[in-house]
């Protein structure tokens, strides 16, 4: 079993700044860590490895202190690491970030072994698209499970994976065919601790770093700001707002006389609110 797992190195989301005339993230004196949504992906991609055996390769793209990243996760178990970096690549939105990844995954495969399964987060945080994921799936023609919150079981002949998915009014238990990439939800899991050996070997590990030509990317043109037609217009901090929050609500009363209360306050800011709420009423 071969298991990808695609990681982000992104900005402490604390210390983020945008650049002025860009509008993209500027990365030169923040400290980054991995996108925390991805650990869940690495521990699940791991606990796989554990079960049926194989090995987990972990892909990033990103400027060359990327590195730091990978090595990290080599120190949770990861087998091996791979740097996808060229200033090719610079300023790329989800659609210039899928094809240079799906044509890294494509490549992995031609080197390391046919890939089983791709794992992703369900997005970054300093993009929070959630789209590079199923924009790989589609690229490379993989099933695609998104939003995982369980692997259920996985049947190594059958060449089936069995996940639940969270979705809106409950949980979806679906099955699918390998190879497919899983994108997992936040608090699936908690990352291991690496052991003394991992992180021994993480320190002198040899990263295997490729550039645009090294994983087989032709057309530059879909790479970076020219393979990017998403125009962010604007960034900026929401305004604090001047109006404090008021508490409705008076001690000894009930908790229906707290919420009789609360909506008429409501109402009465909102007398247009009042009207539609009445009009509606009076329609059934």
């Known amino acids: 079993m071969h298991i990808v797992v695609c990681i982000k190195q992104v900005p402490d989301s604390a210390q983020i700044r945008v650049?002025?005339?860009?509008?993209?993230?500027?990365?030169?004196?923040?400290?980054?860590?991995?996108?925390?949504?991805?650990?869940?992906?690495?521990?699940?991609?791991?606990?796989?490895?554990?079960?049926?055996?194989?090995?987990?390769?972990?892909?990033?793209?990103?400027?060359?202190?990327?590195?730091?990243?990978?090595?990290?996760?080599?120190?949770?178990?990861?087998?091996?690491?791979v740097l996808l970096t060229d200033r090719y690549f610079a300023?790329?939105?989800?659609?210039?970030?899928?094809?240079?990844?799906?044509?890294?995954?494509?490549?992995?495969?031609e080197t390391f072994g046919t890939v089983d399964i791709v794992f992703t987060g369900k997005q970054t945080i300093d993009g929070d698209t959630a789209q590079v994921g199923p924009g790989i799936a589609k690229r490379l023609d993989l099933n695609q499970l998104t939003?995982?919150?369980?692997?259920?079981?996985?049947?190594?002949?059958?060449?089936?994976?069995?996940?639940e998915r969270r979705a809106e009014g409950g949980v979806q238990v679906l099955k699918t065919a390998l190879p497919v990439?899983?994108?997992?939800?936040?608090?699936?899991?908690?990352?291991?601790?690496?052991?003394?050996?991992?992180?021994?070997?993480?320190?002198?590990?040899?990263?295997?770093?490729?550039?645009?030509?090294d994983a087989g990317i032709d057309d530059l043109l879909k790479c970076g700001l020219r393979g990017s037609p998403t125009v962010v217009k604007k960034v900026f901090a929401p305004s604090a707002r001047a109006e404090k929050a008021e508490m409705v609500a008076n001690d000894g009363?009930?908790?229906?006389?707290?919420a009789d209360a609360l909506i008429a306050?409501?109402?009465?800011?909102?007398?247009?609110?009042d009207a539609d709420l009445r009009r509606l009423s009076a329609g059934f």
Do not use: K
């Not at 939003?147 to 996940?163: K, Q």
């Not at 009363?253 to 707290?258: I, L, P, V």
């Not at 306050?265 to 609110?273: E, F, Y």
């Open 91 to 109: 300023g790329s939105d989800t659609l210039a970030t899928s094809f240079a990844l799906s044509a890294a995954i494509a490549r992995i495969g």
């Open 147 to 163: 939003y995982v919150s369980r692997i259920a079981g996985i049947d190594a002949e059958a060449r089936e994976v069995t996940v």
């Open 19 to 81: 650049h002025p005339v860009t509008n993209t993230i500027m990365r030169q004196g923040v400290p980054t860590i991995i996108n925390p949504y991805d650990l869940f992906a690495l521990e699940a991609a791991l606990a796989l490895r554990d079960q049926l055996g194989g090995s987990v390769t972990v892909l990033c793209m990103g400027p060359p202190m990327a590195e730091d990243s990978l090595r990290r996760a080599l120190t949770y178990g990861a087998d091996r690491a």
């Open 265 to 273: 306050a409501i109402l009465n800011r909102n007398p247009a609110l």
């Open 181 to 213: 990439l899983i994108t997992m939800l936040e608090g699936t899991n908690e990352i291991r601790r690496g052991s003394l050996g991992d992180a021994l070997r993480a320190a002198r590990a040899d990263v295997t770093v490729w550039n645009a030509a």
């Open 253 to 258: 009363q009930s908790s229906a006389q707290d």
